[in-house]
Every structure is written in structure tokens, then in C-alpha cells.
């Protein structure tokens, strides 16, 4: 299986401050159509996820633009351009080029 | 508005069996793969298993196969999730969430609110 591999996994941040996860495969997740099948997810405390980014870099309608996607092959990254109160939850990334599909073990985001 | 309500969680002693369903609504659900993600409690995410537009094709994680069986009802836009032989660490929130896939494989667009199941004596 490919194993998705967060940092951190706790993520204090100040209000108004940039913030950054890494996400790395233990393969590349380029697939054979040229895609890669990375996304990443908020989970806010006592909700269902929710997508943010597809395909590494692809913002979700609604999301704000202080979120951000970046990377290839197996090296990527979400960034939070400026935090807000609303941005505490779990995040995760997915992959969805190889099976099983496998989720990074999720970076708690709070509020130093 | 897309919704996808999920039902039939509950409590089931290790060993037994239950039927989960997702009823889908506000798109063409035969457009659409669909997948079970679970979370064990205070855990991270867990993909099941997805299931093709038409239910030509099916996946499972390995420690699911032989145990559970994705299925759907398209005339009902329904997707249901067949667990048997549960054991304690199937004890989880089952989501199930729409899957683009071709178009964006495991890009999970839209999730429902989850199903509790709990496998205990």
C-alpha cells in the first residue's frame, strides 16, 4: 500500500500567521494519464470532512483562497496563506492513483 | 443540493452482521462512483471500498475483503455497505462520499454526515 506521510501531525498556530503541512508518498502519484490524484481535506471538530483541494493544486469552490496546494511526485503541501478561527480541525491528504486508496494520518491545526 | 444520507448504524455484538445505506440526492447518481470511508473513534480516515458508476467494478481494503460487500441501487440512488463477520476494530464512523472517478479518481466531493457502528459483547 502506499503510505501517505504528514508533518507535522500538531500544528499551533497564531491567528493571522501562515501555516504549512507536508504530505509525502511512498510512491509517486503521478498515474498513467498524466493526473496526480492527491487531495486534501479539512475536518473542522464534530463535522464530516470536507474537500479543499483536488488534484494537488485545484481549490474547491467556496474554499478561500488563502488556501493553497503545491508539489509532484510524492512530495506536496497545503499552506494556509493567513489562519483564522475557523481553520482549526484535522487535515488530511489523499491519494486516489493507487489502490487501496490511503489518507495521511491527518495534522491537527489549532490556535497557540 | 447534493446530500447523502447515511443509516443503519448501531450496536452489534463481534461476529454479527449490518446493512448500511446511503441515500443520495441532488445529482445524477449514475454518474457518479461512490465510496465508504471510515473513522474509528478519535482515529484519522480510513477509505473502505468504492464501487463504479454502473457496479461493474468494485475495491475493498484488504482488511474489509471477504467481509464486506459494497453495493447500490441506482433506480433508488442508494449505495449500501454489507458487513459481516465484524470485529472490534470495525468499530467506527462510516461515511459515504461521492467519488468523480475517472474524472478525479478518490477526489471525495461531497460526504454525508456518517453512520456510527459499534462491534461490542
Known amino acids: 500500500d502506499v503510505v501517505m506521510t504528514q508533518s507535522p501531525l500538531s500544528l499551533p498556530v497564531t491567528l493571522g500567521q501562515p501555516a504549512s503541512i507536508s504530505c509525502r508518498s511512498s510512491?509517486?502519484?503521478?498515474?498513467?494519464?498524466?493526473?496526480?490524484?492527491l487531495s486534501w481535506f479539512q475536518q473542522r471538530p464534530g463535522q464530516s470532512p470536507r474537500r479543499l483541494i483536488y488534484?494537488?493544486?485545484n481549490r474547491d469552490s467556496g474554499v478561500p483562497d488563502r488556501f493553497s496546494g503545491s508539489g509532484s511526485g510524492t512530495d506536496f503541501t497545503l499552506k494556509i496563506s493567513r489562519v483564522e478561527a475557523e481553520d482549526v480541525g484535522v487535515y488530511y491528504c489523499?491519494?486516489?492513483?493507487?489502490?487501496?486508496?490511503?489518507f495521511g494520518q491527518g495534522t491537527k491545526l489549532e490556535i497557540k | 443540493e447534493v446530500q447523502l444520507v447515511e443509516s443503519g448504524g448501531g450496536l452489534v455484538q463481534p461476529g454479527g452482521s449490518l446493512r448500511l445505506s446511503c441515500a443520495a440526492s441532488?445529482?445524477?447518481?449514475?454518474?457518479?462512483?461512490m465510496s465508504w470511508v471510515r473513522q474509528a473513534p478519535g482515529k484519522g480516515l480510513e477509505w473502505v471500498a468504492n464501487?463504479?458508476?454502473?457496479?461493474?467494478?468494485?475495491y475493498y481494503v484488504d482488511s474489509v475483503k471477504g467481509r464486506f460487500t459494497i453495493s447500490r441501487d441506482n433506480a433508488k440512488n442508494s449505495l449500501y455497505l454489507q458487513m459481516n463477520s465484524l470485529r472490534a476494530e470495525d468499530t467506527a464512523v462510516y461515511y459515504c462520499?461521492?467519488?468523480?472517478?475517472?474524472?478525479?479518481?478518490?477526489?471525495?466531493?461531497?460526504w454525508g454526515q456518517g453512520t456510527l457502528v459499534t462491534v461490542s459483547p
Open positions: 462520499a461521492r467519488d468523480p472517478g475517472g474524472d478525479c479518481y478518490a477526489c471525495l466531493d461531497y
Open positions: 441532488g445529482f445524477t447518481f449514475t454518474n457518479y462512483w
Open positions: 464501487l463504479k458508476e454502473d457496479g461493474s467494478e468494485k
Open positions: 510512491q509517486s502519484l503521478v498515474y498513467s494519464d498524466g493526473n496526480t490524484y
Open positions: 488534484r494537488v493544486s
Open positions: 489523499m491519494q486516489g492513483t493507487h489502490w487501496p486508496r490511503t
